[in-house]
């Protein structure tokens, strides 16, 4: 079955910090890749998605993420963290067949501190 | 351009009560998909409509059911409610099945007890 994973549930950083989420899935045909912030009390928010060309794709807020396909990863960073950076992040994933579902990972809750 | 919509915000039942979420797309999305979030989780795929039709479905059973109008806003219905159906439910649209990604709305957060 079709999964994905991120590995760190809960990160503590101090603003300023550089920032590195980890998504792993299990899927060996086409997908786009998403990751979505979800602030305290608000709704997904769409911070950047990969679909295809450079692996290396830009998103709001100074977020960027790799996709390495021969390691099934699209990870996330963000080079100086700031305390407004606190949320939770989700990596999903598109298989693109039928219905083009969403899969997500269990989230990761980032606090920021100042 | 608006948004997706929903409600009601907040909601609690009892269970084996039946409740009914609505979810009102954003302009010019034809494709509706429902999730559940469960507390420390991530979004679960409900279903999905696509100009009226189920076009997909989760892990779900046929107790969740859906609607999508004309207007391509849509439904959530849920019969003979279960304590562990206490979650938060997500509405997302699109156009064209989601292809290119969904717009959220904030959720209906339902509690059974």
């Known amino acids: 079955a079709q999964s994905v994973s991120q590995h760190n549930h809960h990160v503590i950083l101090s603003e300023a910090a550089s920032l590195e989420l980890g998504c792993n899935y299990s899927?060996?045909?086409?997908?786009?890749l998403f990751w979505y912030v979800q602030y305290p009390g608000q709704h997904l928010q769409l911070l950047l998605k990969?679909?295809?060309?450079?692996?290396l794709v830009k998103g709001i807020k100074g977020f960027e993420a790799e996709f390495i396909k021969s390691k099934f990863s699209f990870n996330l960073r963000k080079p100086s963290v700031q305390w407004s950076d606190t949320a939770e992040y989700f990596c999903?994933?598109?298989?693109?067949?039928?219905?083009?579902?969403?899969?997500f990972g269990t989230g990761t809750r980032l606090k920021v501190l100042a | 351009e608006t948004g997706v919509t929903q409600s009601p915000t907040h909601l609690i039942k009892t269970r084996g009560q039946q409740v009914t979420l609505r979810c009102s797309s954003q302009?010019?999305?034809?494709?509706v998909s429902w999730y559940q979030q469960a507390l420390g989780q991530g979004p679960q795929f409900i279903f999905q409509?696509?100009?009226?039709?189920?076009?997909g479905r989760g892990n779900f059973p046929p107790r969740f059911s859906g609607l999508q109008f004309p207007n391509y806003s849509s439904e959530l219905n849920v019969n003979a409610l279960e304590l562990d159906d206490s979650a938060l439910y997500l509405c997302?649209?699109?156009?064209?099945?989601?292809?290119?990604?969904?717009?959220f709305g904030s959720g209906t957060r339902l509690t059974v007890v």
């Open positions: 899927y060996g045909g086409t997908v786009n």
């Open positions: 990969y679909f295809s060309g450079d692996p």
């Open positions: 302009s010019g999305h034809n494709t």
């Open positions: 409509y696509y100009r009226e039709e189920e076009n």
């Open positions: 999903a994933v598109n298989v693109l067949s039928g219905t083009y579902k969403y899969i």
């Open positions: 997302a649209s699109s156009f064209q099945r989601g292809q290119g990604g969904y717009t």
